[in-house]
């Protein structure tokens, strides 16, 4: 059928993690971890996270391990422009750059390669949001033909509205990529393990299958360049939430 909404990701999880209003920007910071060091990443990553706690550092993300091994650290920005600037000048002044570089040399030694991008949330176009617990992701990354991003759009918001008239369990988060990586959309669904997103997908399907979502579907593979999903994993104990100021 026509499931591609029901498994819509990414990542205004960020924003819910932060306990704020999605941000005009997020920026993603993914490091693609060799098998044989993935622990050792991970030990990486937690030592930062409490340098970071013991220091009362301002600046903090949410890590999201995807099941190829690559990890998502995901930021707000509020603008392009800070993508130049040091996140982590803070620690510096208070540890020293000679202990953040050590840090960094850790995890920078388990990985294959890393990239930077970044997504616009777009909240208005986006259904329901997950609950505490829910950590289990769903991602698509749908790339649509070139000039058919207000189409896509509106598309987007019809599936919302079947959605709501129909008080559909699956939810989605809907942002746009903007810089680093394919032009296009990035979708996710969520739930509490990959059990509760199929069942949550089943009883969207089972409550949307008609001949508008029919319909809806053929409009979508029309304007459909590519897709693809991606499962992945939230991880508190990875992440770090400053204090509110």
């Given at each position: 059928?026509?499931?591609?909404?029901?498994?819509?990701?990414?990542?205004?999880?960020?924003?819910?993690?932060?306990?704020?209003a999605?941000?005009?920007?997020?920026?993603?910071?993914?490091?693609?971890?060799?098998?044989?060091?993935?622990?050792?990443?991970?030990?990486g990553?937690?030592?930062?996270?409490?340098?970071?706690?013991?220091?009362?550092?301002?600046f903090?993300?949410?890590?999201?391990?995807f099941?190829?091994?690559?990890?998502?650290?995901?930021?707000?920005?509020?603008k392009?422009?800070?993508?130049?600037?040091?996140?982590?000048?803070?620690?510096e002044?208070?540890?020293?750059?000679?202990?953040?570089?050590?840090?960094?040399?850790?995890?920078?030694?388990?990985?294959?390669?890393?990239?930077?991008?970044?997504?616009?949330?777009?909240?208005?176009?986006s259904?329901?949001?997950?609950?505490?617990?829910?950590?289990?992701?769903?991602?698509?990354?749908?790339?649509?033909?070139?000039?058919k991003?207000?189409?896509a759009?509106?598309?987007?918001?019809?599936?919302?509205?079947?959605?709501?008239?129909?008080?559909?369990?699956?939810?989605?988060?809907?942002s746009?990529?903007?810089?680093?990586m394919?032009?296009?959309?990035?979708?996710?669904?969520?739930?509490?393990?990959?059990?509760?997103?199929a069942?949550?997908?089943?009883?969207?399907?089972?409550l949307?299958?008609?001949?508008?979502?029919?319909?809806?579907?053929?409009?979508?593979?029309?304007?459909?360049?590519?897709?693809?999903?991606?499962?992945?994993?939230?991880?508190?104990?990875?992440?770090?939430?400053?204090?509110?100021?």
């Open positions: 059928m026509k499931r591609l909404f029901a498994l819509l990701v990414l990542v205004m999880t960020a924003a819910i993690a932060f306990g704020q999605p941000p005009a920007m997020l920026g993603i910071h993914e490091d693609v971890v060799k098998p044989s060091m993935d622990s050792k990443f991970r030990e990553v937690k030592k930062l996270k409490a340098a970071c706690e013991q220091s009362k550092t301002s903090g993300w949410t890590t999201i391990a099941d190829d091994n690559s990890y998502a650290h995901v930021f707000p920005l509020t392009y422009g800070d993508l130049d600037k040091n996140p982590f000048a803070d620690l002044a208070k540890i020293g750059g000679e202990t953040v570089g050590k840090l960094f040399g850790e995890m920078d030694a388990c990985l294959e390669k890393h990239f930077d991008f970044v997504v616009t949330p777009l909240p208005s176009l259904y329901l949001t997950p609950a505490a617990g829910e950590n289990s992701r769903d991602f698509l990354f749908w790339t649509v033909f070139p000039g991003e207000r189409e759009e509106a598309i987007i918001a019809e599936w919302k509205k079947l959605y709501e008239s129909k008080k559909a369990p699956a939810g989605f988060l809907v746009k990529i903007a810089m680093g394919d032009m296009g959309y990035a979708i996710v669904a969520w739930g509490k393990d990959p059990v509760d997103i069942t949550k997908d089943a009883k969207t399907h089972e949307t299958n008609g001949e508008e979502a029919g319909k809806l579907w053929a409009r979508t593979q029309a304007i459909t360049q590519k897709f693809s999903n991606k499962r992945a994993t939230v991880l508190p104990e990875l992440s770090y939430t400053p204090a509110k100021q």
